[in-house]
T-cell receptor, first 112, second 113 residues
Framework: EPEVTQTPSHQVTQMGQEVILRCVPISNHLYFYWYRQILGQKVEFLVSFYNNEISEKSEIFDDQFSVERPDGSNFTLKIRSTKLEDSAMYFC??????????FGPGTRLTVT | AQSVTQPDIHITVSEGASLELRCNYS??????LFWYVQSPGQGLQLLLK??????LVQGIKGFEAEFKRSQSSFNLRKPSVHWSDAAEYFCAVERDAGNMLTFGGGTRLMVKP
């Protein structure tokens, strides 16, 4: 069964550094999402992406964040200058049309 | 804006006992409703969903959920819990088809032998 994959599974970085989290959505899916879950808190929406542009973003998704679909398979989330409060589990999700979103296993980002 | 409340942060049940996890949502219309499960170190797996039609929906792993419009609820049930059901369960709503999900705070289920 096709699945969403994410790399790396765990990323440790120093405050102020740039990180890129990578996702490979399911191949025929058209809508892509990033969510994050700070330890002990609920899963929060960051951004949605369709037709090569951002379709919706939350207040969390400020100028430090960007997304890109550099080729036909990858979907990336970049954090330009990480802060301690960016430490979280980041989930990528994709969907084909209006039906359910399929989530990847997540990337745990630790900012020290 | 829509919101989702899962009143129970932790629930412990004995193996073989029945289970009900509560979910209430706040939204002006009928949203699309989902239950996801997250096992330790794993991603979010969809258990079931409600879009329209029959208000009792069946999902994977023997789970079901009932949409009650009058109570703005979408509670998850299972008649007999297995030890492997221990995980965190998230209720989520979607405002319109194709939109982002809003999640509840989650309920952590522990299963006693």
């Amino acid at each position: 069964e096709p699945e969403v994959t994410q790399t790396p599974s765990h990323q440790v970085t120093q405050m102020g550094q740039e990180v890129i989290l990578r996702c490979v959505p399911i191949s025929n899916h058209l809508y892509f999402y990033w969510y994050r879950q700070i330890l002990g808190q609920k899963v929060e929406f960051l951004v949605s992406f369709y037709n090569n542009e951002i379709s919706e973003k939350s207040e969390i998704f400020d100028d430090q964040f960007s997304v890109e679909r550099p080729d036909g398979s990858n979907f990336t989330l970049k954090i330009r200058s990480t802060k301690l409060e960016d430490s979280a589990m980041y989930f990528c999700a994709s969907r084909v049309t209006i039906y359910e979103q399929y989530f990847g296993p997540g990337t745990r980002l630790t900012v020290t | 804006a829509q919101s989702v409340t899962q009143p129970d942060i932790h629930i412990t049940v004995s193996e073989g006992a029945s289970l009900e996890l509560r979910c209430n949502y706040s939204y002006g219309a009928t949203p699309y409703l989902f239950w996801y499960v997250q096992s330790p170190g794993q991603g979010l797996q969809l258990l079931l969903k409600y879009f329209s039609g029959d208000t009792l929906v069946q999902g994977i792993k023997g789970f079901e959920a009932e949409f009650k419009r009058s109570q703005s609820s979408f509670n998850l049930r299972k008649p007999s819990v297995h030890w492997s059901d221990a995980a965190e369960y998230f209720c989520a709503v979607e405002r319109d088809a194709g939109n982002m999900l809003t999640f509840g705070g989650g309920t952590r289920l522990m299963v006693k032998p």
